[in-house]
Each structure stands twice: as C-alpha cells, then as structure tokens.
C-alpha cells in the first residue's frame, strides 16, 4: 500500500466536505447514542450523537461534544432547561431510525415520532428514553465546559439511572455490547456491527498477556 | 429478556470493581489509538487511549480524556513539555501490544521497546509514531480543559499531519477503518473487529433514506 500525506497546510487549502470526511473518519469507530430530552414547550426531542464517551465510574460520569451550529441544535438548550437526559444505545436493528433523527425537524415536532421510534418514561425520571434501546441511562447534567478552539461545548452528566437486560451483565459488571447488538459509528454516516476479538487481562510489566 | 434496573443509590452502594466496568461499557463502543509522546528527558512513551473523540473539522481538533491518578500518567506530563503528540489506530493485528502499553512501567522505559512496536518519525515532527499503525496523525496541543466533576482533563490538540494509505481513502475524503483492520474498545479491556452495516445518506425530514 502506499501511503498519503496530508500535512497542515493542505488540510487549510482542503475542499470543506473531503475535510469534513476525512477528519471525521481519523480519530477511529464512535459510539452510537441517542439523546432523548423534553423542551420548555413539553415537546420530546431525540437526536443521534456519535460523541458520547465515557468520563469516570467514580462519580459515573458521562460526556458529550455539542455542537450549537449543527444538526441536534435542540438538545442543548433542553439539557440545560430540564437538566435531565437520557442516553440510549443505538443497535443494529433501528440504526436507520436512530440516523433520520439527524434532519432538521422543526422545534415543535417530536423526532420520537417523525422517525417511527416509542417514548418510554421510567420511574422518577423526568426524560423520555428509546423503548427499542436495550441500554437506557439517565443523566442528570453537572457541566457544561467550552471549548475556545471552535466553541463547541463538552456536556457532562451523571449517572442517575441505568435499565439493561440481566443477560447482558458479566459476573464483573461489564456489559457484553456485542451480545444486545450496538452498533458503532464511523465518519459522519457509516453504521458497523462488530465482533468479539478477545478480551485481555489487566496488563502488568514483564507479564505474558492473557486472554479472559 | 428481563429488565435490570440500577438507580443512584444503586450505583454508589456497588462494589468498586463492579461499577468501573459497568460504566466503563454502557456509553457504548470506544476508540482505540495509541498516544506517542516524548519526556524530558528524551525517553519515547506509548499509550493506549479508548478516549480519543472529535472534537471538529474546521479547524481539525482532536479531543482525548487524561487521568492524572491513572495508568497512562507519563503522557499528559510530557504533552505538556514538548506541546506535540501523535494519535496511532490500533488494529486487529497489533491490539495485544498496544494494550500492552497500559502496564505501568517506569518513566525510563520506552514502551515501544517494552511491547515490541516500532518507532518513526515523520518529517517536520517532533513526536514519535507507530511504525505498524496505518493511521498516524500529529498533533499540536492546543487547549487544557479541567473537568472539575472529577478531576480528569480533556486535553485538545490541532492535527498538523496525517499519514495513511491512499487505498483507504474514499473519493469524498472518508477513511474506510474497516478496510485498515481497525479496532474498537468496550469496556475497559475488550477488543472488536467491525463489519459494515450501511451507510446511509444525509437525513432530511419527510425524505427516505438513502443507502449510500
């Protein structure tokens, strides 16, 4: 194979759209979640993010790049209206509905039902979650940091409550993703299952790696 | 399928071992790439991130989360000292090296020596690359931003190169990760391969979607 380099100045000269793709695509597979707020007019929003990332496990926190030019431009204002979100995983089976969440609705339209997926409420939660989601977490919002180089933000949450399938839980706490079908993300578009590879043991100096 | 329903309470009652695994999992598949960094003192420092995200195309920001009381504990230090760092894929091919890299070896040992993965640099880089990585991407550090909710950091850098095969690069800028044998992360030790499941057009309402 040979290789391409691209280095900061044709990045610069770069048609936007390639630059868009490209620098997408660079930083590797995303996770797949959908968002599920309510606005201060009572509407319930959904919009897919492939930025949602893990922050800790002690407080569990969870975070989320937006952006307030783009698509999912309602998300942010009802985060920081109703200070309650819910996380659902998106799977191989509703990631076209999950991706259609992406156009541009107007405010007063529910994307629960522009894109054919149910609003489910769960006790002592005030956000709607995604019925067909087999992972639900809802958020209650702690920060919300600006990042000065494009003036996006990062939204952190913390953990108030989770709903998975028993059978998806290892012994250890670790949810077998692969098992509840989530599907990940590349680029902007690109929906992927995936397969098991191996799962390795807690790495140590000088130590052979093994496989659990 | 039965339901599993964690609350609060739940998860700041649970076993420490436990809640670390569960939330490392639930915000769905992760990134991996391997950070090359160099100390003061002139030794090169690889490790392994599940953090690294998007941060924007325009201009092209890459995010990644640091744990100061964590593993990867050199890396940060010397981002900060030399401003320069690069992001490598890790792929099906080289993941047990590069989860290698996690172990905690002293500040004078090179994990690239320590694990068997090869060093290179790049012309006009400061910062080392992966030989075997076939996504290798230089960055200079632009912003430090403290996540106070925990104490861990989001360090911002700006790509000023890229290096990849030509062969993986769709006509319209997108790179093809599952053609690289890129991998994924769950959890905090688990390894995906991917296999493509659509790509679909760009939403808009009332429209079907396209498979691309």
Known sequence: ?????????????????????????????????????????????????????????????????????SVPRHTLENIQYLKHYTINAVTENMFPQAHQTAARYDADISEFEAVGLKKEFLPDFPAPFVRESPIKIGVQLREILEIKSNGTYLVIGEVQKIELPQEAIFEDGKVDLEFLKVACISGLDTYHGTHCLARLAYAKPGKTLKIL
């Open 1 to 69: 194979m040979s290789n391409y380099q691209f280095n900061h100045s044709d990045l610069l000269a770069m048609d936007r759209l390639y630059r868009t793709n490209l620098i997408n695509s660079i930083s590797g597979f995303k996770s797949a979640n959908l968002i599920g707020t309510i606005s201060q007019e009572k509407v319930s929003n959904l919009a897919i993010f492939s930025s949602v990332i893990h922050i800790g496990a002690n407080p569990p926190l969870i975070g989320m790049i937006s952006r307030p030019d």
